[in-house]
């Protein structure tokens, strides 16, 4: 007899793990990598930021967390609105030089 777990105990284990990089993210939400970074950092106004694993440079993101994002984002519909550049400013009745 032997200690040794089975032989595919280690991969179900990593399974639960199945981590996605910025590229594999930005493919499944069909967008840029760049606009996936922007996401996970929290600059895309109206959208929540994507929890992410940092390990040094690389980011990833469980799958599982990611699909429970785009669960809550597509339920959500307080998404504020972005102002409009010179709403409330009228030029009518302004002189220019």
């Known amino acids: 007899m032997t200690d040794n777990p ?3 105990a280690e991969t179900c284990s990593l399974e639960r793990f199945d981590l996605l990089t910025l590229s594999e993210v930005a493919k499944l939400l069909h967008c840029s990598k760049a606009h ?4 996970i950092a929290g600059r895309v ?5 994507i929890p992410a694993l940092r390990l040094g440079r690389r980011t990833l993101v469980r ?3 990611l699909m429970v994002w785009i669960e809550r984002n597509e ?3 307080t998404i504020p ?3 409009v550049r010179g709403a409330g ?3 009518i009745g302004r002189k220019y030089a």
């Open 81 to 83: 609105r972005l102002p």
């Open 63 to 65: 799958r599982e967390t």
């Open 75 to 77: 339920t959500d519909v």
């Open 89 to 91: 400013t009228s030029r």
């Open 36 to 39: 996936v970074g922007r996401v």
């Open 45 to 49: 106004l109206g959208c929540r930021p």
């Open 6 to 8: 089975q032989p595919g």
